[in-house]
């Protein structure tokens, strides 16, 4: 377990690196210049190339490079090139919104997803089967904008349920008011993921020989499917809303922008249009982290689950 | 399951019941975009940006609420002002007992020439090139600036109005925060900084102490919607009071269908123009530029993007600007004419002309449109479109024979004039903004013009830079795109709007509710 731990600590370094430097090159190689887009289209180039001296733009690409991979090694982000401020503050400000959309639409998804798939797995190729094979395939492939707007016309616009601008704190009543929309948004796209990923799982398990001897031995259906196959299905599932959690903590950005919500998806695709080298080098580090911490923790869950699993 | 989920959702919509509404002594205002960018007003050149500034911010003078034109320039800081006959020496009155936001104290002649020399400045300042005529701004005392030219400059109150460089900030206050002035600015207007929550909002309360007089709303909260529709739908549920609206004619069309909205189509409009390289192949001869020139139909152009949004172009300087020709020479559209000069410049078959062009949804369904008038006469408009940073880049280096530009300015034409054909304007060099033309045909009256005392002179100057501009076909001025923006009509904003320089609608110490 700990050489295990050691090994994939030291994996997701060699990642973090190579990511640094990628997208290091990466923007760099954008066209489009930071102080021009902070100065505006009435600047003059003499204004510009004074910016791009307190940027620290008009220096060697090498020398940059170096010293931003010892800033990074030092844990020193720099601060926003538009903004002025510590890169580390301004996505600690919205980190938290990511997060709590992501792990409640997810489990949103769960919730819904799981015994939904094992239905129509149970049910296999009969009525119910086909039902959730066609409505997780219409989930899958709706765009998340546009059940945003949906949800938004039909409960903001027409019933008066729920605010439209999803982004209010402090209570619980403003806390719901926040999350349920763009939650249902995002967890009704990862719903019908994990659907369909849990009936693929649960048809296999379920016919594996031990299923069939439990239930020769007389082992009630209910106790079948929900303790002997789905235990055993669990692997992939866990495997999938894993990695299906770094792809939310990526798709949030249009729900982020449709319930006006604050999130990591707007500052990096605000980074981006606004070529703000540092905020979008801070970015890349948390997202890889995030990417590496979910890989990881998938990983010790499946030791959890399934007892033949040696971490090793 | 879907019992559970059903009951979840009215649980949840119980618990939200009776949420929030807007106060009648809040103004919620939607903008379009995603957060802040630097609120500092030398350095601010955003819509959303500058829209905010104008409540935090005073000039030595202002243009009156709603209006433009430099013609209803009044006091606003500088209660009264005086200049030589040869308009280079200017004496502002400063009002007393001017007090700057946050207990920063009362606002004298030293941060009135604090800030002009900060404005200059190309350290701190975007607009360091309008400033570059003053030779000195210092106080004579704690009431009275003075300020000195190099040259005399037309329209130089503009300047130091409440817009761009002309907004007056706090010298303690500036020098204190350094950096973080942006953050947190602090002028002398009636609304002061209050809140600013990243992606979300910036809050302003009433500035009690204005000297205008106290503010009768207590508060402006400054949305950042960056999608259209939840604007719009925001703006529908009641969220929002006033929105900066999606700039198309179907907009305009579907929200003026709601109940109990204003939606107004205002100043100043963007002049969109097709400028044309004229050193490289084709676009070097003459003959391939006229031809251009002669297949754009602005009539239908404005047709297309929508009658009650944006108007016909009347020159290369946008309509309306002190020294716009309104009635100039513009080519007409002559599809035939256009097809005769191409053959004649030796392309009978047609030739091929390469734009990169901006993704903004506005400006690309004109250049697509564009292209299909160049296309009936031969010019096949090749458009590379790339996203909107990548755009200015490219643009700035040349790489656009053909590049589509649509930009408002102060409304002297002196200023269209130097940022987009003045030879000391060309992209690439030293004091380059956005001549993209590389035009030089009009440099003499251009010059002439900025320095001439007389008004008269100096307007014929102007007109005949326009005409020489026209003539040699540097840029194809196409249309004007006005400002769209809707709000709740119990608002009363407490004076006329026709424009806004700062580009939203300017929300003054009388802007109230009336229920």
Same mark, same amino acid.
């Given at each position: ?22 997208? %290091? ?42 010293? %931003? ?33 992501t792990l409640v639409s997810l489990a949103l998804g769960i919730a819904i997803g799981v015994p939904l798939g094992v239905w129509a797995a149970v049910r296999r190729n009969r009525l119910a089967d086909y039902i959730v094979r066609i409505a997780s395939l219409a989930g899958l492939s709706f765009p998340a904008?546009v059940s945003?707007?949906?949800l938004?016309?039909? %409960? ?27 939650a249902i948004s995002l967890g009704l796209n990862s719903a019908a993921y994990i659907t369909r990923v849990t009936r693929s799982a649960m048809l296999e398990v379920l016919s594996e020989d031990y299923v069939r001897t439990a239930r020769a031995k007389g082992v009630p259906q209910r106790i079948v499917v929900w303790r002997h196959a789905l235990r055993n299905a669990l692997i992939p599932i866990i495997t999938v809303a894993g990695l299906y959690l770094s792809t939310l903590i990526g798709n ?6 449709? %319930? ?31 990417v590496?911490?979910v890989n990881l923790l998938s990983d010790l869950a499946y030791g959890l689950v399934d007892p033949r699993v040696k971490l090793? | 399951m879907m019992k559970i989920f059903g009951a979840t959702l009215? +649980? ?30 030398? +350095? ?11 409540? !935090? ?23 009264? $002002? ?7 020496? $200017? ?5 007393? #007992? ?17 800030? !002009? ?60 925060? #350094? ?32 000297? &205008? ?37 179907? $907009? ?48 239908? !152009?404005?047709? /297309? ?10 020159? +290369? ?78 643009? &700035? ?12 300015? /102060? ?63 540097? #840029? ?40």
């Open positions: 377990m700990t050489a295990f731990l050691i090994r994939r600590i030291a994996f997701a370094f060699v990642t973090l690196f190579s990511v640094l430097t990628l997208v %290091f090159v990466i923007v760099r190689i954008l066209p489009g210049d930071p102080a021009q887009l902070i100065l505006g289209d009435q600047a003059s180039r003499e204004a510009i190339e004074a910016m791009h001296v307190r940027l620290g733009l008009d220096q060697p690409i090498l020398l940059q490079y170096a010293s %931003f991979l010892g800033n990074a090694l030092r844990g020193d982000w720099g601060v926003s090139m538009m903004t002025g401020q510590p890169v580390l503050a301004e996505v600690l400000n919205v980190l938290p919104w990511t997060i709590e959309l904008f945003a707007i949906i938004l016309f039909l %409960f903001a616009i027409e019933l008066r349920w729920f605010p439209v601008i999803s982004a209010h704190k402090g209570s619980l009543q403003a806390w719901t008011q926040s999350i349920t929309l763009p949030s950005v249009l729900t982020e922008i449709v %319930f006006s919500r604050p999130g990591l998806g707007k500052l990096i695709v605000g980074a981006l249009n606004q070529r703000d080298y540092t905020m979008l080098e801070g970015m890349m580090v948390i997202y890889t982290l995030a590496v911490v090793a | 009215v +649980v949840a919509a119980l618990l939200a019941a009776g949420g929030a509404q807007a106060q009648k002594k809040t103004l919620v205002i939607g903008m379009g975009s995603a957060d802040a960018g630097k609120l500092d007003p030398h +350095v601010a050149s955003t819509t959303p940006d500058k829209g905010l500034l104008q409540y !935090i911010f005073n000039g030595l003078v202002r243009m009156k609420p709603g209006q433009i034109s430099p013609d209803t320039i009044e006091p606003d800081l500088a209660e009264s $002002w005086t200049s030589n006959p040869a308009g280079t020496e $200017w004496t502002f009155h400063i009002r007393q #007992g001017v007090q700057c936001h946050w207990g920063y104290g009362e606002f004298t002649a030293e941060d009135a020439a604090y800030s !002009i020399k900060r404005a200059a400045n190309k350290n701190t300042s975007s607009y360091s090139n309008d400033f570059s005529s003053i030779a000195s701004a210092d106080p004579l005392d704690r009431y009275t600036l003075k300020i000195t030219l190099k040259n005399p400059v037309a329209g130089f109150l503009g300047y130091v109005a409440n817009i761009n460089g002309g907004n007056m900030v706090c010298k303690k206050a500036a020098e204190e925060m #350094g950096d973080g002035f942006s953050k947190k600015p602090i002028g002398t207007g009636p609304f002061m900084f209050a809140e600013y929550q990243p992606q979300q909002y910036v809050r302003l309360v009433a500035n009690k102490q204005y000297f &205008r007089g106290a503010p009768m709303l207590d508060e402006i909260m400054y949305r950042y919607i960056p999608s259209d529709s939840s604007r719009d739908l925001a703006f529908q549920s009641g969220e929002l009071d006033m929105i900066y609206g999606k700039q198309d004619q179907s $907009w305009v069309d579907r929200t003026k269908q709601l109940e109990g909205v204003k939606v107004l189509a205002m100043e100043p409009g963007e002049l969109s123009t097709l400028f044309l390289n004229i050193t490289v192949k084709p676009l070097d001869d003459i003959r391939v530029r006229e031809a251009i020139a002669y297949a754009i139909d602005r009539k239908s !152009i404005v047709a /297309f993007k929508g009658a009650g949004s944006s108007r016909e172009a009347v020159s +290369v300087v946008p309509s309306g600007y002190l020294g716009t020709d309104e009635h100039a020479p513009l080519f007409p559209y002559d599809p035939a004419k256009a097809k005769e000069l191409l053959t004649e410049a030796g392309y009978p078959d047609g030739l091929p002309v390469k734009t990169i062009h901006t993704t903004l949804t506005g400006m690309e369904t004109f250049i697509e449109a564009a292209q299909a008038q160049l296309k009936k006469v031969g010019v096949n408009l090749d458009i590379q479109l790339v996203e909107h940073a990548t755009y200015h880049a490219q643009i &700035r280096k040349d790489m656009s024979p053909l590049v589509h530009y649509q930009a408002a300015r /102060f409304p002297v034409a002196d200023v269209y004039l130097t940022q987009f054909y003045d030879s000391a304007s060309i992209v690439g060099t030293p004091k380059a903004v956005t001549n993209f033309s590389h035009c030089n045909v009009a440099d003499d009256e251009i010059r002439a013009a900025r320095v001439e005392p007389d008004s008269v002179k100096q307007k014929e100057l102007w007109k005949t830079a326009q005409e020489k501009i026209i003539k040699a076909v540097c #840029g194809i001025p196409v249309y004007e795109q006005l400002q769209l923006w809707a709000w709740k009509d119990n608002l009363d904003l407490g004076y006329e709007l026709k424009g806004s320089l700062n580009l939203a609608p300017p929300v003054t110490e009388k802007t109230h509710f009336l229920n």
